[in-house]
């Protein structure tokens, strides 16, 4: 069965750090493309971060260029998505989302590019 974890959500006041986890079980990073995403009530879910199969060439959201930074650790089917310098404004819940076999080979931010998601972690970024 094909399953995302995330965790690492929490309440973190402006200008701190958060480092968010997501465990995949049932396929293998080596072949898998991972996506953060992030929503909050009344928009739309939004694409964050996300790192092809191959571990190169990720890709950052403008508003979070600089702050962000993804990763992976393939002998724990891991991926991590460190937050720094958070704002009120990357308040939401974030995503992780899956793509397997030759489209893995890039990642981007279109929602119907991946088939598998996680549940959701909470990130509030309040003082």
């Known amino acids: 069965q094909l399953q995302l974890v995330e965790s690492g959500g929490g309440l973190v006041q402006p200008g701190g750090s958060l480092r968010l986890s997501c465990v995949a079980s049932g396929f293998t990073l080596d072949s898998t493309a991972i996506g953060w995403f992030r929503q909050?009530?009344?928009?739309?879910?939004?694409?964050?971060?996300?790192?092809?199969?191959?571990?190169?060439?990720?890709?950052?959201?403008?508003?979070?260029?600089?702050?962000?930074?993804?990763?992976?650790?393939?002998t724990k089917n891991t991926v991590y998505l460190q937050m720094d310098s958070l704002k009120p404004e990357d308040t939401?819940?974030?995503?992780?989302?899956?793509?397997?076999?030759?489209?893995?080979?890039?990642?981007?931010?279109?929602?119907?590019?991946?088939?598998?998601?996680?549940?959701?972690?909470?990130?509030?970024?309040?003082?």
């Open 40 to 74: 909050v009530p009344g928009n739309e879910r939004e694409g964050v971060s996300c790192i092809p199969r191959t571990g190169g060439t990720s890709d950052y959201a403008d508003s979070v260029k600089g702050r962000f930074t993804i990763s992976k650790d393939n």
């Open 92 to 127: 939401g819940v974030y995503y992780c989302a899956a793509v397997t076999g030759f489209r893995a080979l890039a990642c981007g931010f279109a929602r119907n590019w991946y088939d598998h998601w996680g549940q959701g972690t909470q990130v509030t970024v309040s003082s």
